[in-house]
Nanobody
Framework: QVQLVESGGGLVQAGGSLRLSCAASGRTLSDLCMGWLRQAPGKEREFVADITWNGGRTYYAGSVKGRFTISRDNAKNTVYLQMNSLKPEDTAVYYC????????????????WGQGTQVTVSS
C-alpha cells in the first residue's frame, strides 16, 4: 500500500555529513509516522528518528540527538535524514519505514519498509 525508496547512502570520513532521502508513494501519508532505523553488522536493529507528517513532530534516539535531523517535504512526499558529525559507530544499513502507530523515540512497529541504503563512516 505504501512504497518507500531510499537513496543517499555512501562512504564518508568521520566528522563528515550525508543526507538520506526517502520517497514515499502509493497512498496518503498524513496518517503515518515516518521513521529511520539502522542495523550495523552483527548488531540488532536500532531506532534512529521518527517524524509525523501532520505537524512535523520529531523524535530521536539519544545516540544521534544533536547530530541528525529528520525532516519532510509534504509536497514531494519525501522524508530526509541529515546526518552531521558522523562517527564510525554510525556505520549501518539505514532503512526508511512507515508506521500506522504513534511516533515515539524508541523502536516500535513499522508497517512498510524501504530497501535500505548503506552508510559507511571511516575513521
Amino acid at each position: 500500500q505504501v512504497q518507500l525508496v531510499e537513496s543517499g547512502g555512501g562512504l564518508v570520513q568521520a566528522g563528515g555529513s550525508l543526507r538520506l532521502s526517502c520517497a514515499a508513494s502509493g497512498r496518503t501519508l498524513s496518517d503515518l509516522c515516518m521513521g529511520w532505523l539502522r542495523q550495523a553488522p552483527g548488531k540488532e536493529r536500532e531506532f534512529v528518528a521518527d517524524i509525523t507528517w501532520n505537524g512535523g513532530r520529531t523524535y530521536y534516539a539519544g545516540s544521534v540527538k544533536g547530530r541528525f535531523t529528520i525532516s519532510r517535504d509534504n509536497a514531494k512526499n519525501t522524508v530526509y535524514l541529515q546526518m552531521n558529525s558522523l562517527k564510525p559507530e554510525d556505520t549501518a544499513v539505514y532503512y526508511c519505514a512507515a508506521s500506522r502507530s504513534v511516533c515515539s523515540d524508541f523502536l516500535h512497529e513499522y508497517d512498510y519498509w524501504g530497501q535500505g541504503t548503506q552508510v559507511t563512516v571511516s575513521s
